[in-house]
């Protein structure tokens, strides 16, 4: 690997140097009101990038996996039933930390390339006339392949069938770069982690809970103790976590956010809507097709790109890596082998993503496959240029 290189891999993503020095801080008391300056805005940043008004945000040493645990131990008992569609890697680790719980997964099987399947959401949550199902799952961005699944049909299903279930999304390759609508979507528990979106080091678990995932940590069975969000509102009030929290990743966080909502969030999701484009229209110029399975399940935030039958994808990312010094994603799970993946969330510009396209290009290439180069490159030189980034307020 190269330093100088960006990562084309969907998280970690390219840190900013502003945010690298915010994390660089000296030590300094963790229970004093000078770590509540840092502490507060972080959480009031985060609300306001999940678009909330009353999300109660808490944030852990951890990173988007203890996200998933806290949802589930704070709000269920054992033997709970839970819905969840599983369409790829992470909803399926999702799925599996459930199963461990003790707790009973309804699994709807959707292929993968598939987005969550709201329909059929709907008539299991009307068939459940006795309620049994208490909390229902959804992977808002599968980042293993490529795929946005639409939140407001599941929160619809939801209302349709007048179920109280919980719903829990997992936003970790989506907040912060993509439209997630915390309470307009009516979520009760949103997962994320400080190394997608917000551009940061991994090592944060980022969460936000409704006023009604909050009423149910007091009847869950669960056991918790580190992801217990009752310590740690206990703790927030005295400007202290239940034990020592990753001061200098928080100091980032807030920064990130200030970053995040400076540009505004309509204007990230633009750049992140824009730069995937341009990331597609290569692919299209290449031949290749995207996992996903039609435009409107488009993530904005990686791309999951299937090579032809008998060659093996992950020998791309072997290659780049070995040869060219670039990062990109491999398939996972089912798509092992089918497809590779480039990431194209946090801090990117046309420029940066046009080197991973040429790079991508080049290994394609190496590795026999018909690509001419320059193709993917030349498409999405054209599509930046018809589509410029807005004006800069000022340098980043
Ligand atoms: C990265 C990711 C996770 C896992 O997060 P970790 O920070 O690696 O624990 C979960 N869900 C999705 C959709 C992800 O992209």
Known sequence: ???????????????????????DMPTIDHRSPLFGQILHPARAGVRKILKSETAEVFIFPSTGTGGWETALSNTLSAGDKVLAARNGMFSH??????????????????????????????????????????????THNETATGVKSDIAAVRAAL??????????????????????????????????????????PPGLAIVGFSQKAMQATATAGLPRTFFDVRDMEKG??????????AVGLLNGLNEACTMLLDEGLEAVFARHHRIAEGVRTAVRAWGLELCAASPDLYSDTVS????????????????????????????????????????HLGSLTDVMALSGIACAEMCMADLGLDIPQGSGVG??????????????????
């Open 236 to 245: 927030y009030a005295n400007n202290a976590y239940p034990y020592t929290p």
């Open 304 to 343: 999951a790109i299937c090579t032809p039958e008998g060659f093996n994808a992950t020998d791309i990312v072997s290659h780049a890596a070995n040869t060219y010094g670039v990062a990109f994603g491999t398939g996972l799970g089912e798509v092992a082998g089918k497809v590779f993946r480039i990431g």
């Open 159 to 200: 209302d349709a069938a007048n179920h109280p279930a919980l719903l829990f999304v997992d936003g970790v390759s989506s907040i912060a770069s993509m439209e997630f609508r915390f309470d307009d979507w009516g979520v009760d528990v949103a997962v994320t982690g400080s190394q997608k979106g917000f551009m940061l």
């Open 93 to 138: 680790r999702w799925i599996d930390m459930c199963q461990r719980h003790g707790l009973t997964v309804e699994i709807v099987e959707t292929p993968w390339g598939q987005g969550l399947p709201a329909d059929r959401y709907a008539e299991i949550l009307a068939a459940d006339h006795a309620h049994e199902i208490k909390a229902v799952l959804a």
């Open 1 to 23: 690997m190269s330093f100088q290189n960006p990562v084309f891999i969907p998280g970690p993503t390219n840190i900013p140097e502003r945010l690298r020095k915010a994390c």
């Open 379 to 396: 498409a999405a030189q054209d599509y930046y240029r018809a589509n410029p980034a807005p004006a800069k307020k000022a340098a980043a």
